[in-house]
T-cell receptor
């Protein structure tokens, strides 16, 4: 079955450590996204990538970094510069291009990161 | 600031009843989407309605869009326990999913 896999489901880290969240998709989608979800708030876009080897900052990119070396993979690194990293992180993909505004986002099941 | 705001924030109804939740937004949009999120899981796309459409159906779901009032509603008919989830609207002012703005969601509880 096609889908998006995020791992791990739960992640615990000490403050000051970098941590990388995995996102893999087998939907053959060109576009991939990372969102952050905090309680009582909507999703906020961290980074997105429309094509391999290219990515753009979203609304809250500070303290995060990404890479897109393969079409299937879009890992997110939460660096020690992120002031409030504890959150639920969601990866998504979609068909881009001129019709991208009509294409739904497909989400993984998220990684809950806790930093103490 | 959030583009889409759902109302109510929380809703509890008996199984079999209809559930209605609303989404208001501030600026002109190209399309509006509704997503469902079960607790601790990712979002699932439900339905997309374009700015030139007024109503759309998908199974037990009915979505309306009133661009003059900058609002949309999601109606779930004959609710089931499995409909318990949070529902989010997402608006796109322009082309491109990177422009999507999500609301804060309505938490729906279906009481068996």
């Amino acid at each position: 079955d096609g889908g998006i896999t995020q791992s791990p489901k739960y992640l615990f880290r000490k403050e000051g450590q970098n941590v990388t969240l995995s996102c893999e998709q087998n939907l053959n989608h060109d576009a991939m996204y990372w969102y952050r979800q905090d309680p009582g708030q909507g999703l906020r876009l961290i980074y997105y990538s429309q094509i391999v080897n290219d990515f753009q900052k979203g609304d809250i990119a500070e303290g995060y970094s990404v890479s897109r070396e393969k079409k299937e993979s879009f890992p997110l690194t939460v660096t020690s510069a992120q002031k409030n990293p504890t959150a639920f992180y969601l990866c998504a993909s979609s068909i881009p291009g001129v019709t991208s505004y009509n294409s739904p986002l497909h989400f993984g099941n998220g990684t809950r990161l806790t930093v103490t | 600031s959030q583009q889409g705001e759902e109302d109510p924030q929380a809703l509890s109804i008996q199984e079999g009843e209809n559930a209605t939740m609303n989404c208001s937004y501030k600026t002109s949009i190209n399309n509006l989407q509704w997503y469902r999120q079960n607790s601790g899981r990712g979002l699932v796309h439900l339905i997309l309605i374009r700015s030139n459409e007024r109503e759309k159906h998908s199974g037990r779901l009915r979505v309306t869009l009133d661009t003059s009032k900058k609002s949309s509603s999601l109606l779930i008919t004959a609710s089931r326990a499995a409909d318990t989830a949070s529902y989010f609207c997402a608006t796109a002012a322009n082309f491109g999913n990177e422009k999507l703005t999500f609301g804060t969601g309505t938490r729906l509880t279906i009481i068996p």
